[in-house]
Structures are given as structure tokens and as C-alpha cells.
């Protein structure tokens, strides 16, 4: 199944990929998860929460005369769990990254 779905990637066209297998390797999960980032309804997402966060969600405090603040982390709006699907306009950066995870992808 790895050998097919990476012999199917092609740069400069658009895929839906569908995780079909538990992601066991920690470096593996980043990875899916970056990939699934490149969305561009995520990266609307993340840009409005960014900028919530920026405006609204900093703490301030004093300590020792200056002033701390205290930023919260960025909140993940998709998982890399088995049965999760992400389209992505592939592109030549990005093949060698898919091509690593692509036993645990498969391609529609």
C-alpha cells in the first residue's frame, strides 16, 4: 500500500489523502499534522485564532519592575487520527514529507 499511494503523488496537483493506519512514531505525527496545517480553511483558522490570542488572550504582569506577559498556547484545530481526511495542493517541497508518511496514507 506504501509503495502505491507514494508512486501517486504528483507536484502541482490538488489530493485528498485519509489516514488508514495509527500513527505510532511521534515524528510521524508532526509530520501528518503539518501537512494537514497547509489547508487553507486551517490556515484561516489559525490565523484568526493567532490573532485573538494577540489581542485579547495575553496576561500581563508585574514582577521585579518590568512587565511579564504570559501568552497561551496555540490551540491544534485538527488531528492526525485515523479516519482523518485533508486535501492538499501538492507541491515540490512538500512530496519528500508525504512520501515519508505515505504507509500511513492513502490516496482517493
Same mark, same amino acid.
Given at each position: *500500500?506504501?509503495?502505491?499511494?507514494?508512486?501517486? $503523488?504528483?507536484?502541482?496537483?490538488? *489530493?485528498?489523502?485519509?489516514?488508514?493506519?495509527?500513527?505510532?512514531?511521534?515524528?510521524?505525527?508532526?509530520?501528518?499534522?503539518?501537512? *494537514?496545517?497547509?489547508?487553507?480553511?486551517?490556515?484561516?483558522?489559525?490565523? *484568526?485564532?493567532?490573532?485573538?490570542?494577540?489581542?485579547?488572550?495575553i496576561k500581563y504582569t508585574i514582577r521585579a519592575g518590568?512587565?511579564?506577559?504570559?501568552?497561551?498556547?496555540?490551540?491544534?484545530?485538527?488531528?492526525?487520527?485515523?479516519?482523518?481526511?485533508?486535501?492538499?495542493?501538492?507541491?515540490?517541497? $512538500?512530496?519528500?514529507?508525504?512520501?515519508?508518511?505515505?504507509?500511513?496514507?492513502?490516496?482517493?
Open positions: *500500500m506504501a509503495k502505491e499511494t507514494a508512486s501517486t $503523488i504528483v507536484p502541482n496537483t490538488e *489530493m485528498t489523502f485519509t489516514i488508514v493506519k495509527e500513527l505510532t512514531r511521534p515524528a510521524a505525527r508532526k509530520t501528518v499534522e503539518r501537512l *494537514m496545517w497547509m489547508q487553507p480553511q486551517v490556515k484561516k483558522d489559525h490565523s *484568526m485564532l493567532q490573532r485573538r490570542r494577540k489581542q485579547k488572550d518590568r512587565v511579564w506577559f504570559d501568552r497561551p498556547r496555540a490551540t491544534r484545530t485538527v488531528r492526525a487520527e485515523r479516519g482523518a481526511s485533508f486535501t492538499l495542493k501538492i507541491t515540490p517541497q $512538500i512530496v519528500n514529507d508525504l512520501k515519508s508518511v505515505s504507509k500511513y496514507l492513502e490516496v482517493k
